[in-house]
């Protein structure tokens, strides 16, 4: 019996990720997410999971010297993306589209994670009338993509708020941009081709997700004071509250946890602390008027309402947010390409044929 959307079945083995949406739990390579995203560099769970363990100090050193060195863009890509913000291009589908050209260079994974925050930069700028910055060789993978936006040398508090986020977004099981890796790797294809078809599957809205309506909701209620009120309207009109509930999550979603702690400590000391105050208000009574009005749903906090308040935090617009995720899942997919790679049959599922049957071709058809 066919199975809508394939829920509930069991695609693939791996020993990347593991969700237990039930418990809350998100495990990567054997660390909880708290564990691994709060302590490591975006470049040590990258090496976790395309190697199994963490680095040693020199593979580590290593490995930093090799992304350092593949993150610049050949020219054509750079036309291109000027081509792109000329025509107003949305963010995803420029990255989508340059994304691609990197196969001009290499089909490296170490290149194509290196030149990802290249491309979100240098589009950012070029699409607001501004040069794209050249990368520094001297900074992190987190460090160099905040001198990129901005020219100017990140403060650690905001490196490792960026870090944290990268690295609690890195794997999340099958997800359908995941699979869409793991379908083209399965055939035979380059890196560059699955990376290109997730990002095709992560640009949809039902996927990548909206963090920026969550804190729009934030910024509507403006006060502590009216988040009662404004929720309680929301909610008996029937809209949904952002940055609540989730598919797989039936209790609270364990990134929301990790970048709610990174958000508090990024704010406290390099940032706005009346807007983390805020949105923890309106946590709070969104929470408790979910409980109110649905009970038993178990609508709890999502990855996105904290997602939004810490990208927001680090002065990105919210066409950044979902090419940043972007940025630390591609780590993710090409995990996910090497272990389809080791033990690869191709992914072929079957379809169940519903449609007519008996039809005979008109022998008197004139069109």
């Given at each position: 019996?066919?199975?809508?959307?394939?829920?509930?079945?069991?695609?693939?083995?791996?020993?990347?990720?593991?969700?237990?949406?039930?418990?809350g739990e998100?495990?990567?390579?054997?660390?909880?997410?708290?564990?691994?995203?709060?302590?490591?560099?975006?470049?040590?769970?990258?090496?976790?999971?395309?190697?199994?363990?963490?680095?040693?100090?020199?593979?580590?050193?290593?490995?930093?010297?090799?992304?350092a060195v593949?993150?610049?863009?050949?020219?054509?890509?750079?036309?291109?993306?000027?081509?792109?913000?000329?025509?107003?291009?949305?963010?995803?589908?420029?990255?989508?589209?340059?994304?691609?050209?990197?196969?001009?260079?290499?089909?490296?994974?170490?290149?194509?994670?290196?030149?990802?925050?290249?491309i979100?930069?240098?589009?950012?700028?070029?699409?607001?009338?501004?040069e794209?910055?050249?990368?520094?060789?001297?900074?992190?993978?987190?460090?160099?993509?905040?001198?990129?936006?901005s020219?100017?040398?990140?403060?650690?508090?905001?490196?490792?708020?960026?870090?944290?986020?990268?690295?609690?977004?890195?794997?999340?099981?099958?997800?359908?941009?995941?699979?869409?890796?793991?379908?083209?790797?399965?055939t035979?294809?380059?890196l560059?081709?699955a990376?290109v078809?997730?990002?095709?599957?992560?640009?949809?809205?039902?996927?990548?997700?909206?963090?920026?309506?969550?804190?729009?909701?934030?910024?509507?209620?403006?006060?502590?004071?009216?988040?009662?009120?404004?929720l309680?309207?929301k909610?008996?009109?029937?809209?949904?509250?952002?940055?609540?509930?989730?598919?797989?999550?039936?209790?609270?979603?364990?990134?929301?946890?990790?970048?709610?702690?990174?958000?508090?400590?990024?704010?406290?000391?390099?940032?706005?602390m009346?807007?983390?105050?805020?949105?923890?208000?309106?946590?709070?009574?969104?929470?408790?008027?979910?409980?109110?009005?649905?009970?038993?749903?178990?609508l709890q906090?999502?990855?996105?309402?904290?997602?939004?308040?810490?990208?927001?935090?680090?002065?990105?617009g919210?066409?950044?947010?979902?090419?940043?995720?972007?940025?630390?899942?591609?780590?993710?997919?090409?995990?996910?390409?090497?272990?389809?790679?080791?033990?690869?049959?191709?992914?072929?599922?079957?379809?169940?044929?519903?449609?007519?049957?008996?039809?005979?071709?008109?022998?008197?058809?004139?069109?």
């Amino acid at each position: 019996m066919a199975t809508s959307g394939l829920e509930g079945v069991v695609a693939a083995t791996t020993g990347l990720s593991h969700v237990d949406g039930e418990r809350g739990e998100l495990v990567i390579a054997g660390y909880q997410v708290d564990e691994l995203a709060e302590h490591a560099t975006f470049e040590e769970a990258t090496w976790l999971l395309w190697n199994g363990d963490l680095p040693s100090s020199a593979e580590l050193d290593t490995f930093r010297g090799e992304l350092a060195v593949a993150r610049g863009l050949p020219e054509s890509t750079l036309a291109l993306l000027r081509e792109c913000a000329h025509r107003n291009v949305d963010s995803m589908d420029a990255l989508r589209m340059a994304a691609d050209t990197l196969s001009l260079v290499s089909d490296e994974a170490t290149g194509i994670v290196a030149r990802m925050p290249t491309i979100v930069a240098a589009y950012w700028r070029l699409r607001r009338g501004q040069e794209s910055i050249a990368p520094r060789s001297d900074l992190g993978h987190a460090a160099n993509f905040l001198y990129m936006l901005s020219g100017e040398a990140p403060d650690p508090e905001r490196v490792r708020g960026l870090e944290t986020y990268l690295n609690t977004v890195i794997d999340h099981g099958l997800n359908a941009s995941t699979f869409t890796a793991r379908v083209i790797t399965s055939t035979g294809s380059d890196l560059v081709s699955a990376v290109v078809g997730a990002l095709g599957a992560l640009k949809g809205p039902l996927h990548g997700g909206a963090p920026g309506p969550a804190l729009d909701m934030v910024f509507e209620i403006g006060d502590a004071s009216r988040a009662e009120e404004v929720l309680r309207r929301k909610i008996e009109a029937g809209e949904k509250l952002m940055g609540f509930g989730h598919r797989v999550y039936k209790v609270r979603d364990p990134r929301a946890d990790v970048l709610a702690k990174a958000a508090e400590r990024m704010f406290t000391r390099a940032g706005d602390m009346s807007l983390y105050k805020l949105a923890r208000s309106v946590e709070a009574e969104a929470l408790r008027l979910l409980e109110e009005y649905k009970p038993g749903r178990r609508l709890q906090t999502n990855v996105e309402f904290y997602t939004a308040l810490l990208l927001h935090g680090l002065g990105f617009g919210v066409e950044l947010f979902t090419p940043t995720f972007a940025i630390g899942r591609v780590s993710g997919w090409i995990a996910h390409a090497f272990e389809q790679r080791r033990a690869n049959r191709i992914i072929r599922p079957q379809s169940e044929y519903v449609g007519p049957r008996g039809r005979k071709y008109p022998r008197d058809r004139d069109v």
